[in-house]
């Protein structure tokens, strides 16, 4: 049976979007480290309305991360679907990996979201906080689960009482497991 076509969100505000966001949980890609901690997502918008992406988490208190570029996969379209582009490897920028991004929903405050892509073999909730109120939570797992999304797969990502500022604790350079999830291999 053909799946339904996703709610995508209309009108994004880029400038809104900015800024610091949390991974609460997500479909966890099986390259990602089990004792991953603190993921989250910083968005910066550049002069020429691209977006960076720096994604960041923490395993055995190391610091994993890696930079990407986001754009509207079509700029002339109101729906929220982005292309995420990052570099293989990171250190060495040879190869392209473009995934997709999809705004599933957000609040009218740009506080929490849901990401999702059309493949549905990746979702995300995101917060402006390291913390989600347990309803708003379960509301978005709920539309996740309307779109059609196996929500059997959701993994809450653990956040600290008190998350790491800037880019403390030591480099970890392997942060390959972004590509390949990003990739869904």
């Given at each position: 049976?053909?799946?339904?076509?996703?709610?995508?969100?209309?009108?994004?505000?880029?400038?809104?979007?900015?800024?610091?966001?949390?991974?609460?949980?997500?479909?966890?890609?099986?390259?990602?480290?089990?004792?991953?901690?603190?993921?989250?997502?910083?968005?910066?918008?550049?002069?020429?309305?691209?977006?960076?992406?720096?994604?960041?988490?923490?395993?055995?208190?190391?610091?994993?991360?890696?930079?990407?570029?986001?754009?509207?996969?079509?700029?002339?379209?109101?729906?929220?679907?982005?292309?995420?582009?990052?570099?293989?490897?990171?250190?060495?920028?040879?190869?392209?990996?473009?995934?997709?991004?999809?705004?599933?929903?957000?609040?009218?405050?740009?506080?929490?979201?849901?990401?999702?892509?059309?493949?549905?073999?990746?979702?995300?909730?995101?917060?402006?906080?390291?913390?989600?109120?347990?309803?708003?939570?379960?509301?978005l797992v709920q539309r996740a689960k309307?779109?059609?999304?196996?929500?059997?797969?959701?993994?809450?990502?653990?956040?600290?009482?008190?998350?790491?500022?800037?880019?403390?604790?030591?480099?970890?350079?392997?942060?390959?497991?972004?590509?390949?999830?990003?990739?869904?291999?």
């Open positions: 049976m053909a799946k339904k076509t996703m709610d995508v969100v209309k009108g994004l505000d880029l400038q809104r979007y900015m800024g610091r966001w949390y991974e609460i949980a997500s479909f966890p890609s099986r390259f990602q480290p089990k004792s991953g901690e603190n993921t989250r997502a910083t968005y910066t918008l550049r002069d020429d309305g691209t977006v960076n992406v720096l994604n960041e988490t923490w395993t055995d208190g190391k610091r994993g991360f890696i930079e990407g570029t986001a754009y509207k996969a079509d700029p002339s379209s109101e729906e929220a679907k982005l292309k995420v582009k990052f570099y293989v490897p990171p250190f060495f920028p040879i190869i392209p990996v473009t995934g997709d991004y999809w705004v599933l929903f957000i609040d009218e405050d740009y506080q929490y979201a849901l990401i999702g892509q059309p493949s549905r073999n990746y979702l995300w909730i995101l917060s402006r906080q390291p913390r989600l109120d347990d309803e708003i939570y379960n509301q309307d779109e059609e999304y196996d929500i059997s797969k959701l993994h809450k990502t653990p956040q600290s009482e008190t998350p790491p500022e800037g880019e403390e604790g030591p480099k970890d350079t392997k942060g390959i497991w972004w590509f390949k999830s990003i990739l869904g291999k």
